[in-house]
């Protein structure tokens, strides 16, 4: 697969930047944070996204087998917590907008176990990662490969 182009202007890369890391920042668990950029990069096909979460995410000690059972997490028995699935369900709904909008139940589910701001967080995360990802397989730029 060749790249289309490697560049990508400085201010959209600074300005997407910067709302990834308030984003996960203000959802103040970094860890779910990578799981739920991992699920959306997953979703997307995105192979750099992917390579650089999936180690970002195994430096914050988080385990190879719940990584891999990120899609199966409703049958994983306790390996993912509530608020886990939650999160993770509406990173599915979000990033895949089938029904035209996210379901309400998926949003409630989520609002049980986020506060509002934490809520509002989360569906930043969960925007900037599809943002990137849409940036990087539209780019086809493989793992490793310049961000930038």
Known sequence: MT???????????SAMSALSAAAKK???D??????VMVRASQINACAFCLDMHLDVTLEHGESPKRIALL?????AGDLFSE???AALALTDA?????????????YAKAAE??????LAHLLGVITA????????????????????
């Open 3 to 13: 790249p289309r182009t490697t560049h990508l202007d400085r201010g959209v890369a």
């Open 26 to 28: 203000g959802l103040g």
């Open 30 to 35: 970094p860890v779910l944070a990578e799981l």
């Open 71 to 75: 899609d199966a997490r409703e049958e």
């Open 83 to 85: 608020r886990e699935r």
């Open 94 to 106: 979000v990033t895949v907008l089938t029904e035209g909008s996210v379901p309400d139940a998926v």
């Open 113 to 118: 176990h986020f506060t509002e701001g934490e």
């Open 129 to 148: 990662i599809n943002s990137w990802n849409r940036l990087m397989v539209s780019r086809r730029i493989a793992p490793g490969g310049p961000a930038w």
